[in-house]
DNA sequence: GATATAAAACCT
DNA sequence: GGTTTTATATCA
């Protein structure tokens, strides 16, 4: 037993502040300090609920008490708490917050202030605590002794309820007799039942049941795939993997059985996917095929629901783990397989809050576990492809369709000289017979709302946001014109606001308009849209999904939304309104983006009986991205983009890192780029990296909820002057504490 | 992120 | 002179 005179230990806090903060532990709570439990802390004038890292020795200052220890078990081990830290130090963001976006949201307590008044009518401020969901208990009734022969009316038939059924819930019980506690308290006084209260789980599956089916045949690409998965598993060693599938290839059972060799060795697997709203068969699939207990995590479920599959997983309860990017987060021991399906999808990208790439993370939580990764697509990454090429994941190809479904016939339609028409004649006509001959049609616009942008015919006064410079949408529904990026929005004008000159046009489509011209040109036809406009809420997607499974709308138009996830097998048309939209955007991933994007749209074309066919209307159709892309030829695809890559010095020729500065402040955030940058300069120099420092650059967008964000982009041959760039930037670098700074960084391959 | 304090801007 | 808004500093 150490003979310490005073015990401190060191907590992280979940504020947007560097390091970490001591406290002093009250004797009684010494044997309770475990590194992982949360623990209650004064922090300035507050209680926050921080984080136990671990114990510290001697500090001098004089330093606060630990109030109190919120846990009776750590929330995270030694394993996780490398995970996070490694996190922190890779986007720079205080470990405190990586903690908290890593644990169930909810369960933390903090302090607030309620304004209340006392008996004499006087105003005073009261402090509460706030927060932390506990764990949902119930009460359990059981029959013990029947013989009470006075028992009648409702107790009576509670008691013969139990006789029969067995144990009952409060809430099966209330179910059945309606609000009952009065009897079931005097059922229990009297001793005739007795009552458990016992820890439950708001299982948002429990209402289904899932039949069983066995491991599907695999064919020889599958087989091979299978093959090298199961010998990497067998290692017990980190093996990343690049599973390249085409549309139909079967790359879900390839999972399933690589995961079915994984439980066998006793581990557990984790399965991450873009949106989960959007593959509810994929989870029945896997209920389907295992009898282990299986977790699903994602944004549709509620904090409690969230917070008992974590406890689930946390005891062992489930050994796979179904979920979008925060998944990846699940505490699973044993981790022995990591699936990231559809790597390629930009909401892999946490955006807000803490920054992470849940594709990269996985790579990285797959070396500290020991375990096969795999990356699987039909698309990837340029990045993941090429690394691959490189040697640095093992690449497993499945070049074939599993049932020899015919590709769709697919078209470019050459769209210039045609006087911005929403449709030239081939699509109309295309549609026209389509409609007669009873198929479904996709419309495809990477565009919502009705007009991009409104100008004066006098002045030439384009409307924009005033926070982000870019041009304000016009959404009909709503009658006003709304930024994209930050959600600020306008009533639409009559008159130009500089010069009130009232000849104002609306140029540029998007999905509300071209609904809107489909309807005039097929007046007979059940037309429906779809896109972030018509899909808020809860729900909102699986509506239209069935309207189109159903078969009641023809025609549906949407943003990209509608080539992800689901499968239309009555779909035997699909066009493309225009491919420019997604092709002309400022970003160097503009090329790929669309590539994947059309080959996404093509593959939802003719999957029933049917050959599907597919028009995509452009104004570049030499561009190589979508002549690939149309011939389904991958590797054309490739290697130009490759080409391109590398004559502009853009991944994966090079690695990018943005830093963002922000702050509340602007004089600040400016002054906090140009020190930063000015750092990274002479850092760079000193250090001879060759390191290129663009910035401080406005991001494009200036300010966003209150804060001014400013860029500095380093762009950098090797990974690791990257690395060594940004280490020594967090060592010397002291910033205001209203500054924030977060790090962007491209996909990983370092590993 | 919340809170306290200081400085600047606004009000009548 | 008084009040509201904005900027800055601190939290163990």
């Not at 295992?290 to 008992?308: K, M, N, Q, T, W």
Request: hydrophobic residues 40%; aromatic residues 8%.
């Amino acid at each position: 037993m150490p003979t310490l005179s005073r015990h401190i230990v060191e907590v992280a806090i979940p504020l947007p502040l560097q390091g970490s903060f001591h406290y002093l532990v009250p004797q009684h709570l010494w044997p309770l300090v475990v590194p992982g439990k949360r623990v209650l802390v004064p922090f300035g004038k507050r209680k926050v609920t921080g984080y136990l890292l671990g114990s510290s020795d001697n500090h001098q200052n004089e330093l606060k008490e630990v109030i109190e220890i919120l846990d009776e078990a750590p929330l995270f081990n030694a394993d996780e708490l490398e995970f996070y830290c490694w996190i922190a130090n890779y986007y720079l963001h205080p470990l405190g917050e990586v903690i908290k976006m890593a644990l169930p949201a909810g369960i933390n307590l903090v302090s607030k202030t309620r304004l209340e008044t006392d008996e004499d009518g006087v105003p005073v401020v009261t402090e509460f605590l706030a927060g932390g969901k506990h764990v949902r208990t119930e009460k359990f009734y059981r029959l013990r002794f029947d013989g009470e022969e006075k028992v009648r009316g409702k107790g009576r038939e509670i008691l013969d309820h139990l006789r029969s059924e067995g144990e009952c819930s409060a809430s099966q019980l209330r179910e059945r007799f309606g609000s009952c506690s009065e009897v079931l308290n005097r059922l229990v006084k009297i001793a005739a039942v007795t009552v458990e209260e016992r820890e439950v789980y708001r299982d948002p599956f429990h209402h289904e049941s899932f039949g069983k089916d066995a491991p599907l045949p695999l064919n020889a690409e599958q087989e091979k795939a299978f093959g090298a998965l199961h010998a990497a598993l067998e290692t017990g060693k980190f093996a990343p993997f690049l599973l390249h599938g085409v549309t139909g290839s079967g790359k879900t059972e390839v999972y399933l059985q690589t995961i079915a060799a994984t439980l066998a060795e006793g581990k557990t697997a984790l399965v991450l996917v873009p949106e989960i709203a959007l593959t509810p068969q994929l989870v029945g699939r896997f209920k389907r095929r295992f009898d282990c207990g299986i977790a699903v995590l994602h944004s549709g479920l509620s904090d409690g629901e969230r917070y008992d599959e974590w406890r689930r997983i946390r005891r062992g309860e489930a050994s796979i783990v179904i979920g979008a990017r925060s998944a990846l987060f699940a505490p699973l021991e044993r981790v022995g397989v990591i699936v990231v399906d559809e790597e390629h999808e930009a909401s892999y990208k946490q955006s807000e809050g803490v920054r992470y790439n849940a594709r990269d993370l996985a790579l990285v939580r797959g070396k500290l576990a020991g375990a096969v990764v795999i990356l699987g697509s039909a698309t990837p990454l340029i990045t993941t492809l090429y690394a691959a090429r490189e040697g640095r994941l093992g690449y497993l190809r499945l070049a074939n369709r599993v049932r020899e479904l015919p590709m769709p016939e697919t078209t470019l339609l050459d769209a210039r000289g045609q006087k911005g028409a929403t449709f030239l004649e081939p699509l109309v006509e295309a549609m026209r017979a389509n409609l007669e001959g009873g198929g479904q049609t996709l419309l495809f616009l990477n565009r919502r709302g009705f007009a991009t942008y409104l100008v004066c015919q006098d002045c030439g006064h384009v409307l924009r946001c005033p926070n982000c410079e870019v041009t304000l949408t016009y959404h009909r529904s709503r009658g006003r014109h709304v930024c994209h990026y930050c959600d600020f929005t306008l009533p639409a004008p009559t008159l130009c606001p500089k010069c009130q000159g009232p000849e104002i046009t609306l140029l540029g489509r998007g999905t509300e308009r071209v609904e809107e011209e489909v309807k005039e040109l097929f007046p007979e036809a059940s037309v429906a849209r779809m896109d972030r406009d018509t899909t808020r809420g809860k729900g909102g997607h699986a509506r239209v999904l069935k309207g189109v499974e159903d078969g009641s709308i023809d025609i549906l138009i949407g943003t990209q939304m509608i080539a992800k996830g689901h499968d239309f097998p009555g779909v035997t048309l699909v066009g493309v309104v225009s491919a420019d939209a997604s092709l002309n955007l400022p970003d160097f991933r503009s090329a790929e983006r669309t590539f994947q994007l059309v080959t996404q749209v093509i593959g939802r074309a003719g999957r029933g009986d049917r050959a599907g066919r597919v028009l995509v209307q452009t104004l570049a159709p030499e561009h190589y991205a979508l002549t690939a892309a149309v011939a389904h030829d991958y590797d054309a695809f490739y290697e130009q983009e490759i080409v391109y890559r590398r004559d502009v010095g853009y991944p994966p020729f090079t690695h990018l890192v943005a830093l963002t500065i922000s702050s509340t402040s602007h004089t600040q955030a400016e002054k906090a780029s140009e020190d930063a940058a000015e750092l990274l300069r002479r850092i760079k120099r000193d250090c001879q990296l060759r390191v290129e420092v663009l910035g401080p650059v406005t991001a494009p967008l200036g300010k966003v909820r209150g804060r001014f964000r400013w860029q500095i982009l380093l762009k950098g041959k090797e990974r690791m002057e990257l690395h060594r760039i940004l280490f020594h930037f967090r060592a010397v670098y002291t910033h205001p504490s209203t500054v924030r700074l977060v790090a962007d960084v491209d996909p990983v391959e370092m590993l």
